[in-house]
């Protein structure tokens, strides 16, 4: 049992299912995020929670207390939209103590909550501004000032971040973080950006076409994906997936890949139970980081395996430098550190860690368990 549970939870219009079977049971204080392209069903997820939607079956409950049919003004709940929703025509103050006020909570405690409320998010000298006076930035600030001053036991953010340049992004997800780090409270944050969902949350769902994929810390969810969607979805630039036959060589199971020029290479899988499949297809993914010159290679890994191979482009960014090939006909992303030296048609001897390689069924598309 959960701080907020949602039990097996359905959700349809008219005869089409959108989700289907949902089951998250979150604890208090944690930074759930729900991650997952355009139309996957977080939004309205998110507004069953917040009771703005109805839920077709199944429960949705805030500790212990069942929610289906609750008014969402007696859920205890704090909303975060993409697009503020601030009232124009009142000052930040008034924005930010309009909900306690109807609440009936006395002027001189709404006066004290909106003071520290003020403070926390450093938006005191814009208490007497109107929002067509902030910037995107500040009204974001303000919006989230609104649904702290309630003191819910959950807060729901939609998108909150999307409006705001790629800067400001970045600073309020760290505010987001700090701000969660110090009150603690319990957050189902909604987004469609992988990088957000990584960053913030204690757990993430990752969410296609209706349905929870994979429920995980950051950490499981990027290393141990359950399926190819998920694997795909989350890192950036997208985990490398290509076609490869197991080998058993020595008693160890080896992916059988195929470089640039038709011949073909063994690299040795630390999974052992992949030995099962000798003979078989199966769709390797490696993380493009996972690839690299040697002198890049992760020192604590056991298992780094040689392979030459053609470079096809080399794109330098800043901090690394993204490198392409071509193994078993696919596009191959690799990335090396900026400093080193690479470049178009060199024959490269690279660098695999296969201690993170991981292998799918490319029937079910599902992670071969260890
Ligand atoms: N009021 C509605 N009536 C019918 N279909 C809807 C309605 N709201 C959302 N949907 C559908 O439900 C699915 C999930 O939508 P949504 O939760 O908004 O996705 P997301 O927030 O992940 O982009 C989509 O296919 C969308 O078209
Ligand atoms: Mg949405």
């Known amino acids: 049992m959960g701080f907020l549970d949602i039990d097996n939870t359905t959700k349809s219009y008219g005869s089409v299912e959108v989700l289907h079977n949902v089951d998250i049971s979150v604890e208090e204080g944690e930074f759930l995020v729900l991650v997952g392209p355009s139309g996957c069903g977080k939004s309205t997820l998110l507004n069953m929670i917040a009771g703005l939607e109805e839920i077709t079956s199944g429960e949705i409950r805030i500790k212990d207390s069942v929610m289906n049919g609750v008014h969402p003004s007696k859920r205890n709940i704090a909303m975060v939209f993409q697009s503020y929703a601030l009232y124009p025509n009142m000052t930040v103050g008034q924005n930010i103590t309009f909900g306690l006020e109807m609440h009936g909570t006395p002027k001189a405690?709404?006066?004290?909550?909106?003071?520290?409320?003020?403070?926390?998010?450093?938006?005191?000298?814009?208490?007497?501004?109107?929002?067509?006076?902030?910037?995107?930035?500040?009204?974001?600030?303000?919006?989230?000032?609104?649904?702290?001053?309630?003191?819910?036991?959950?807060?729901?953010?939609?998108?909150?971040?999307?409006?705001?340049?790629?800067?400001?992004?970045?600073?309020?997800?760290?505010?987001?973080?700090?701000?969660?780090?110090?009150?603690?409270?319990?957050?189902?944050?909604?987004?469609?950006?992988?990088?957000?969902?990584?960053?913030?949350?204690?757990?993430?769902?990752?969410?296609?076409?209706?349905?929870?994929?994979?429920?995980?810390?950051?950490?499981?969810?990027?290393?141990?994906?359950?399926?190819?969607?998920?694997?795909?979805?989350?890192?950036?630039?997208?985990?490398?997936?290509?076609?490869?036959?197991?080998?058993v060589e020595d008693?160890?199971?080896?992916?059988?890949?195929?470089?640039?020029?038709?011949?073909?290479?063994?690299?040795?899988?630390?999974?052992?139970?992949?030995?099962?499949?000798?003979?078989?297809?199966?769709?390797?993914?490696?993380?493009?980081?996972?690839?690299?010159?040697?002198?890049?290679?992760?020192?604590?890994?056991?298992?780094?395996?040689?392979?030459?191979?053609?470079?096809?482009?080399?794109?330098?960014a800043g901090s690394d430098t993204f490198v392409s090939m071509q193994l078993s006909g696919k596009d191959v992303i690799a990335r090396m550190r900026s400093d080193a030296e690479v470049r178009p048609g060199q024959d490269f001897n690279f660098a695999v860690n296969m201690e993170k390689a991981v292998a799918f069924d490319p029937q079910t598309e599902a992670r071969i368990q260890p």
Do not use: C
């Not at 290393?223 to 795909?232: G, M, Q, Y």
């Not at 490696?286 to 040689?306: C, F, V, W």
């Open 109 to 247: 405690d709404r006066e004290i909550a909106m003071r520290d409320v003020a403070k926390l998010l450093q938006i005191e000298p814009l208490l007497d501004r109107k929002p067509g006076q902030l910037s995107g930035g500040q009204r974001q600030r303000v919006a989230m000032g609104r649904a702290l001053v309630r003191n819910p036991d959950v807060f729901l953010f939609d998108e909150p971040l999307s409006n705001l340049d790629a800067k400001l992004r970045v600073d309020m997800r760290t505010e987001i973080k700090k701000l969660h780090q110090k009150l603690g409270t319990t957050i189902v944050y909604v987004t469609h950006d992988q990088i957000e969902a990584m960053t913030l949350s204690t757990r993430i769902a990752v969410m296609n076409g209706g349905y929870v994929q994979q429920l995980g810390t950051p950490q499981e969810i990027y290393d141990s994906p359950a399926n190819i969607f998920v694997a795909t979805f989350m890192g950036s630039p997208a985990m490398n997936v290509l076609p490869a036959k197991v080998r």
């Open 251 to 316: 008693g160890l199971p080896h992916a059988e890949i195929i470089l640039h020029d038709g011949s073909a290479t063994l690299l040795p899988f630390s999974q052992e139970n992949l030995a099962a499949w000798e003979g078989k297809e199966i769709l390797l993914g490696i993380r493009p980081e996972t690839i690299t010159d040697s002198d890049g290679a992760d020192r604590k890994s056991k298992n780094i395996a040689q392979m030459i191979n053609r470079i096809v482009v080399t794109e330098p």
